[in-house]
């Protein structure tokens, strides 16, 4: 009989957290959140804080564009609390995901909070820092709703980082005054949004998914244009093969930085650090 009545609060207990994960609060208690790759992992962890668990689904090292999500990457997404994507074709499996998912998970397109956006737009939006406010004022938003025990705490941090990237902005805008060239030659189609926040032109080697390998006549057309317009840098970045950049390279003696489009850090910094970097490559190569 001892035994049988004890075993009741067990079982009812462990029926009971199951239930808890089913609905999205894990064991930590926290807002359970997931996010498609490194940039909306990053913001989602700076509006969160301690307040929220946020889990990655693209793995660091990989590149988003071809990413495909396993089925333990949806049986993980299925307990979110909030679900953030950056959308406009960045991630291809998003929408899709964001159907199977329940009432009672938020669904963030952070990019549909950015102004003047349309759905050809470059989805590489968060590299103009204006349109990072606008992305991280939508998940602020979408964790007060899920959490508004804590909205406070998540607006507080919203203002913090407002203010960090006005500052990264105006950051851009007094370097970018002095550039004495504005033409940047990169591999991957990823910075139209930041050159015309910063009256830049981009140059792009390959398209926006980085994975097709440039024709020799494209090869061609960009070496005669670095040639001839004495252009001193080209831009590699993190998580792409730098084959075609050393080609180039060694063909015309320009040298090489690293611009990163923040698809994924594998030192795990964060986006103003990365910002800053890309805007010191930024000074090195065209003052
Ligand atoms: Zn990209």
Known sequence: MKKISFMIPILSAAILSGCGAGNGQQDSGKLQVYTSFYAMYDFARMIGGDMAEIHNICPVGSEPHDFEPTAQDMAGLSKAD??????LGMEHWADSAAETLGDDTIIVEASSAVPNITENSDPHVWLDPENAIAELEAIADSFS????????????????????????DWKFENASENFSSREIITSHDAYSTLCSAYDLVQIPINGVDNEEEPT????????THIKENNIKYIFTEPLSTSKIIDTISADTGCGVLTLDP?????DNKDYFTVMNENLEALKQALN
């Open 145 to 168: 709703r899920a959490d508004p025990d804590n909205a406070q705490y998540y607006m507080e941090n919203l203002g913090n980082y407002r203010d960090k990237a006005k500052e990264l």
């Open 262 to 266: 923040f698809e994924g850090n594998l």
């Open 82 to 87: 909030v679900f953030i994507y950056n959308g």
């Open 216 to 223: 020799p006549a494209r090869m061609a057309e960009v070496e």
